[in-house]
């Protein structure tokens, strides 16, 4: 049974860049067909996708988020990377990495975790 477990700061300084990672273990990233998804929830406010990386590498982004969002990976590391640039206290909450499928649905979730960005 695959498991995923999101690792990173929990406290990020205004306008910085913020790092995550997703650790995958029992599967492989790259299985067909398969997205790795990443996806916050802001303090009292509904679950907000932020975008993939697929089983091939490619990605895609959030428009709302675009243009400060880059999601990579390491295959040999078998984790997925999510960077935020230039946050605001807007980008605080509890982010998730989530493995989707083809369907939509989302069969496999890390526990989350909590980001608060603050000076």
């Known amino acids: 049974q695959v498991q995923l477990q999101e690792s990173g700061p929990g406290l990020v300084k205004p306008s910085q860049t913020l790092s995550l990672t997703c650790t995958v273990s029992?599967?492989?990233?790259?299985?067909?067909?398969?997205?790795w998804t990443w996806i916050r929830q802001p303090p009292g406010k509904g679950l907000e996708w932020i975008g993939y990386i697929d089983y091939s590498g490619g990605s895609y982004y959030s428009p709302l988020l675009k243009s400060r969002t880059s999601i990579s990976r390491d295959t040999s590391k078998n984790h997925i990377t999510l960077q935020l640039s230039s946050v605001t206290p807007e980008d605080t909450g509890v982010y998730y990495c989530a493995r989707g499928d083809r369907w939509g649905a989302f069969g496999s979730w890390g526990q989350g975790t909590q980001v608060i960005v603050s000076s």
């Open positions: 029992g599967g492989s990233i790259t299985t067909n067909y398969y997205y």
